[in-house]
């Protein structure tokens, strides 16, 4: 694993909270976030290498993922940080939490494809196209941009190393607080994953929001953004 360049953008004041994209995203799927949780905190929105600002440099390696993260936040400084990640970038976030436990206070999994959902290649693409079904008109065009942006190759090529993984036997190694937070209507991760990962993470959370699908953050802001928050800014040990 060489040095990588990753691109990102802060927000904000205060502790630091890291905002991890999912498959064919980038920093922009946190757009309708951003400002409400950097009332609190100095957010970090990043491009996975492979896509948003990061293509173009390096392939997108899904098991080199958290540890390109970790080198990132110790270059910048950042210290102990909480993270946030939606979908794939929930995969690495709790792959983060566990290889790198003293760089992690806090850790919230959105839809996170952080076990195995059992389907292969096509009933992954039903699963899509009623994620698809399920989403915000106003989403489609930030989805089909990015995915755009990063190529068909990479996209591809990052499903194929997401349903070739599992992390959990890694699940046992997570000592942050965790929050789960789930879109009832999710039809590419089912809540019935988030269930299954609230068991695997003993004293974690799991939030489900009403009407939203596989991007609650996007669907739901308000009801996303103020879960989060309180989670973040409970005391230790609540």
Known sequence: MGAARIAYQIAGDGPPLVLIHGLSGSARWWRRN?????????????????????????????????????????????????????????????????????????????????????????????????????????????????????????????????????????LSDIRAPTLLVWGERDRLVPVEVGRRLQEALPGSRLEIIARAGHNPMWDRPEEFNRLVLEFLSAPAGL
């Open 34 to 170: 951003v400002l409400a949780l950097a009332e609190g905190f100095r957010v970090y929105t990043v491009d996975l290498i492979g896509f948003g600002g990061s293509r173009g440099r390096q392939a997108f390696v899904l098991d080199e993922a958290a540890a390109h993260l970790a080198r990132w936040s110790e270059q910048l400084g950042i210290g102990r940080a909480s993270f946030a990640g939606h979908s794939m970038g929930g995969f690495i976030a709790a792959d983060l939490a566990a290889g790198f436990p003293d760089l992690v206070d806090r850790l919230v999994l959105v839809d996170a494809a952080a076990l195995p959902i059992g389907r292969g290649y096509a009933q992954h693409a039903l699963g899509l196209a009623g994620a698809l079904r399920f989403s915000r008109p106003s989403f489609l065009p930030v989805l089909v941009g990015d995915a755009l942006r990063a190529g068909l190759w990479t996209v591809v090529a990052a499903a194929r190393q997401l349903l070739a993984s599992d992390l959990t036997v890694r």
